[in-house]
């Protein structure tokens, strides 16, 4: 159990990185915009399965409720 | 006064493909779209979707989550428009030109809905030859785009935005808008720390909890204790600066906030634990307060998300002004940027354009629409000596005016300073959440009080450590919780269905409305001309009249021929004229027919009568020798408008009329549509001075317009509306901002408010009730620091809960 004396402050080390890495990339201008990348991940996916023809109206539709 | 058959019938079920607004009678527009005919509403949606169909892209209409906004001109205006942005001087004012010789720009862009656009604006752009990268900040509705200046101009890429139904403008950084940048960040890094910091402070503690049950060694106790610290700390001092700058200044001013308990919970908690840590004994609450930091934190985030975008797409009264204007130099006639103007020279305004300036007439006689100044419907008539205002639109002919000065002294500007004003003298209501916290943080203390005393008298050992167990086991996480989760799961819902919210407390305000103010022409109305009534003169029948006029009104391009537009004209006619400010001649069968003032078919028929007394916008129509009709065209209601009214009053508001126009027609509107109270003629202050009057007397007031001069009052009513249609400055002003045309929309959201107050009193009931049980329980010393950490974090699942119904 004493290697939690060692083991912890690495932790906490990577804790403090961790930080440090988020706050850089907020202040680069990463975190900027939040919908449009929630979007896009799911956008391209869809972009390339397109062609079945069955899911057009069903995801048109979907996408006019919400 | 208003025959159902003379209003304009929607069919309700078929709806623009485009924009989603419901398709006028007669209109039959269609793209073909995936192999379906989609159906278009005007000739603005169907170009835009046609380009965007063509262009490969229609994807994007299976990808958008929100309709597209109906592109303002029916049809794009030409590149020339942009041509001024090609002056290095002017485009210098957001590009700059980097190494190699390539040129980035800053775009503006209204009408960006949601992630979708972004995708068919940055697709598009790319597939442009020349551009070089093509980048679409949603959040600020911006565009940065970089292309090469030999082989594209910056005007192709702003009147390709405009094809796809966008608003370019340059993007000026302001300060706002950095700020608000900022701001973000700031808060997104608040967030970000106390997630993490949660994270890692949770981890100790399930030990710490579990060493409470099972048994612990101590120096394995005093160890995690100890690394919990610092990073508690870290949060408490990085995360949670907020809660306690705003305390405090709320309270130096004396007022309790939410804030304060928020404050003196974590503070408290936090140096309790402590001290704790450091001398080895009592309890500690580490996980608590940052996880009560961190949801807190998130909530707030979310919910000033849910109203801030879109913030900066509508801008200011100087945005709706052109930027280019047609000057006279050296005798030539050259396009130059609206801000170059120097007071005196003379400018062109072709028919159709906004006027860019306030300038005075040296020639050419013409109408204005001045309908968002003044709220009347029709055009003003103007001649040579006239002043024509900046932000008015030029309707019949081509003006030459001298320009009187630069934006700074237009009317237009000085509406823009009493918006400025009204927004500073806007009456806050208390925040529920506020009265609520300086009720609850009085009895805490009290409650707290009791107990230190009592167990001074018991136990003076315990005593500390039991009144502070009762200090964080009150935390009023649950209680702070109650409103931002309510409030944004509404504004979500409401945004889902249309209707952007705005305002910070808008939600609040109208739900306890209690007047609702309508404003008159593009609100109630259409703000388009319709035919109203029609007094045959000689013994021709209505229908062959109307075939008539709609026949000679094809030729025109005045905004009177739009209501004659959905007509079957009649066949026959040529050699059709138009002359200005007069009307319109035509033959038919070798007889001459005009139509147009009564002066005008004067001179063809000596004894045309004069014009009946009705309050109409009246046409005369004869041919040679014989008077034939009069025909009265008035602004047509939206269909909905009276079932709206109807429902508003059922649900106990009082419903006024608000109007600028001084016509007899707002007294027939109000009693057509069932209101009492209605204020006629009304400029832009008395609109502002009514509303704060009523608001004086205890009302709680709510604005429905859409034009320039209905910004003030919006910007000082406790909530306000911006209907379809409306200008950017009342869109800037409006709490909320409906993106269909529907007025049912009004109803809907004050409903959804009504909702929002009783999930709020639920929620607050249900965070009291805990409290309730817990404080006597902490009160008497039961309470573990796992159980407070338990309890905390289900009664804010639960509020949290409880306000997800409202996102239905």
């Not at chain 2, 269609?30 to 979707?49: D, E, L, Q």
């Not at chain 2, 109906?70 to 090609?86: I, M």
């Not at chain 2, 806050?428 to 009265?435: E, G, I, P, Q, V």
Request: proline share 4%; aromatic share 8%.
């Amino acid at each position: 159990m004493d290697s939690l004396y060692l083991l912890i402050p690495i932790a906490l080390l990577f804790c403090v990185v961790a930080i440090k890495l988020l706050l850089w990339a907020i202040s680069s201008g990463q975190y900027d915009d939040l919908d449009k990348e929630a979007w896009r991940i799911l956008a391209e996916d869809e972009a390339a399965t397109s062609s079945h023809a069955g899911d057009k109206e069903t995801a048109s539709q979907a996408s006019k409720k919400t | 006064m208003y025959p159902a058959s003379d209003l304009q019938i929607l069919d309700e079920s078929r709806t623009c493909y485009h924009c989603g607004e419901p398709i006028p009678h007669g209109v039959d527009l269609s793209v073909t779209m995936g192999g379906a005919a989609r159906p278009m509403c005007c000739p603005g949606c169907r170009a835009v979707a046609s380009l965007i169909a063509e262009s490969g892209l229609e994807n994007f209409y299976r990808q958008r989550t929100v309709y597209n906004e109906r592109p303002l001109q029916p049809e794009p205006t030409a590149v020339e428009q942009y041509r001024v942005y090609d002056d290095p001087q002017l485009a210098a004012t957001f590009t700059t030109t980097d190494d190699n010789g390539l040129v980035n720009a800053s775009l503006l862009l209204g009408g960006i809905s949601c992630a979708a656009c972004t995708w068919l604006i940055e697709q598009s752009m790319a597939g442009l030859p020349g551009v070089t990268r093509a980048l679409v900040n949603l959040q600020q509705a911006r565009l940065d785009i970089q292309f090469d200046p030999e082989q594209r101009q910056l005007s192709d890429i702003f009147a390709r935005l405009e094809r796809l139904g966008y608003r370019p403008r340059p993007f000026q950084t302001s300060i706002a808008r950095q700020q608000s940048a900022a701001e973000y960040r700031t808060d997104l890094r608040r967030l970000a720390v106390a997630g993490l910091g949660m994270m890692q402070v949770g981890m100790f503690a399930i030990a710490l909890h579990a060493g409470d049950i099972q048994g612990i060694d101590a120096r394995y106790q005093a160890l995690l204790r100890w690394v919990s610290l610092p990073v508690a700390a870290f949060v408490v001092f990085y995360s949670a600066r907020p809660f306690f700058t705003s305390a405090w200044r709320h309270l130096k001013k004396g007022s309790l906030v939410m804030d304060l308990p928020v404050a003196l919970a974590i503070g408290l908690a936090f140096l309790a634990s402590a001290w704790a840590t450091i001398s080895g004994t009592g309890q500690v609450y580490f996980d608590s307060v940052v996880m009560f930091t961190f949801l807190l934190l998130l909530a707030r985030f979310l919910e000033r998300r849910v109203r801030q975008r879109q913030l900066f797409t509508w801008l200011d009264a100087e945005s709706s002004l052109p930027s280019a204007v047609v000057v006279r130099r050296d005798d030539q006639w050259i396009s130059v940027a609206r801000i170059a103007l120097r007071a005196g020279e003379t400018i062109m305004v072709k028919a159709g354009e906004t006027v860019p300036v306030d300038a005075q007439i040296c020639k050419g006689d013409s109408a204005v629409k001045e309908d968002t100044f003044s709220g009347e419907p029709l055009p003003r008539s103007v001649a040579a000596g006239d002043t024509i205002y900046a932000g008015t639109v030029n309707v019949e002919a081509a003006l030459q005016a001298r320009v009187l000065g630069d934006y700074r002294d237009s009317r237009l500007a000085a509406l823009q300073r009493s918006v400025d004003v009204a927004q500073t003298s806007k009456p806050r209501l208390a925040k529920l959440a506020d009265r609520m916290a300086s009720w609850f943080v009085g009895r805490l203390l009290l409650v707290t009080g009791a107990t230190a005393l009592v167990w001074l008298q018991l136990a003076p050992e315990k005593a500390f450590w039991i009144t502070l167990s009762v200090l964080v086991v009150s935390c009023p996480c649950a209680l702070a919780l109650a409103t931002p989760a309510a409030l944004t799961s509404a504004a979500s819902a409401l945004r889902s269905r249309g209707v952007i919210v705005r305002g910070e407390n808008a939600l609040e305000s109208l739900w306890g409305c209690t007047h609702l103010l309508f404003d008159k022409t593009g609100t109630l109305t259409q703000g388009n001309l319709a035919i109203a009534q029609v007094h045959p003169l000689g013994n021709i029948d209505r229908p062959a009249l109307l075939a008539l006029a709609a026949a000679l009104q094809h030729y025109s391009s005045h905004p009177v021929a739009k209501a004659f537009s959905s007509i079957q004209a009649a066949s026959g006619f040529d050699e059709v004229t138009y002359q200005v400010g007069a009307g319109l001649e035509g033959r038919c069968a070798r007889t001459l027919y005009r139509m147009g003032s009564a002066q005008y078919c004067r001179e063809l028929v000596p004894d045309f009568p004069a014009i009946p007394d009705d309050h109409f916008y009246w046409i005369g129509l004869c041919r040679d020798g014989a008077a034939l009709a009069w025909i009265g065209l008035d602004d047509s209601i939206r269909p909905e408008a009276g079932a709206v009214i109807n429902s508003a009053m059922r649900m106990g508001l009082q419903v006024e009329l608000l109007t600028g126009d001084s016509s007899s027609q707002g007294p027939l509107l109000a009693r057509a549509l069932g209101i009492e109270t209605v204020n006629c003629g009304q400029t832009p202050q008395q609109k502002m001075a009514h509303v704060q009057q009523l608001q004086e007397s205890g009302a709680v007031v709510a604005v429905v317009g859409d034009g320039l001069n209905d910004a003030p009052v919006l910007g000082i009513a406790d909530a306000s509306f911006a209907v379809a249609g409306a200008t950017d400055l009342a869109r800037s002003q409006a709490d909320f901002v409906i993106v269909g045309g529907d007025l049912h929309k009004i109803i809907e959201s004050v409903l959804k408010a009504r909702h929002c107050r009783l999930v709020v009193r639920q929620n607050f009931a249900w965070a009291l009730v805990y409290n309730l049980c817990a404080i006597p329980l902490a009160a008497m010393g039961f309470v573990q620091p796992w159980a407070a950490a338990i309890g905390m974090s289900l009664s804010s699942l639960l509020v949290v809960a409880n306000s997800l119904r409202l996102n239905r």
